[in-house]
Structures are given as structure tokens and as C-alpha cells.
């Protein structure tokens, strides 16, 4: 049996949950082309959005080509090089709320 004091305790306890926002943009990308890959390298945002980085998705001309975990900042991109078209690579950051802003193009 509960004391009269134990249910009124119960009763009174509030329960908040946070949802977490999108992450913001990486910042400070870099693409440097070698004669058999690119390499991409990027700072990670100022704001995870409350939630951790969960991963980083990698765009080459708007297409996502690969997903990073949420602590590996580069990628090397061998499908690009042998190719004598131009590209451009954006990259978003992941957590529980989804994919945040890209980060500057490069």
C-alpha cells in the first residue's frame, strides 16, 4: 500500500523531452584533386543541434556517394578523378534529427 505522501511525490514529477534540432553546416571544405583521387576534408559544426553527430554525408554534384561516421572528418573520393570533368562536393552533417544544411561547396 502507498503512503499518502509517496503518491503525491509521484504525481508531481514531470517528465521533459528534448528533441533534438538538425545539426548545423560543416564548415571549411576542401577538395584536392591527386591524379587518383580526391580528398575531401571538413571542420565539424559549431552546433550538433543537441543531438551527437551521428554521421556525414558526402555529395559529389548534388548525388550523396558515401556516408562517414559521426567522428571521421575526410573521405577520399577514387570514383571522381579518372574523370576530366569538373565536380563539385558538399557535405552534411547527420545526428537524430536527420541531415543539417551542406557545408560550403567546393
Do not use: C, K
Not at 534540432?21 to 571538413?42: F, K, R
Not at 578523378?81 to 557545408?103: D, F, K
Request: aromatic letters at 6%.
Amino acid at each position: 500500500v502507498m503512503s499518502a505522501e509517496f503518491a503525491f511525490a509521484l504525481s508531481n514529477i514531470v517528465t521533459t523531452t528534448v528533441t533534438p534540432a538538425l545539426p548545423g553546416a560543416p564548415t571549411g571544405l576542401t577538395a584536392t584533386e591527386d591524379a587518383s583521387v580526391v580528398d575531401l576534408a571538413w571542420t565539424a559544426p559549431a552546433s550538433n543541434g543537441g543531438s551527437p553527430i551521428t554521421g556525414y554525408d558526402v555529395y559529389r554534384d548534388n548525388a550523396l556517394i558515401h556516408t562517414t561516421d559521426g567522428s571521421t572528418l575526410s573521405y577520399q573520393d577514387t570514383g571522381a578523378a579518372a574523370s576530366s570533368a569538373a565536380h563539385t562536393y558538399e557535405v552534411r552533417a547527420r545526428n537524430a534529427a536527420g541531415a543539417g544544411a551542406p557545408s560550403n561547396a567546393d
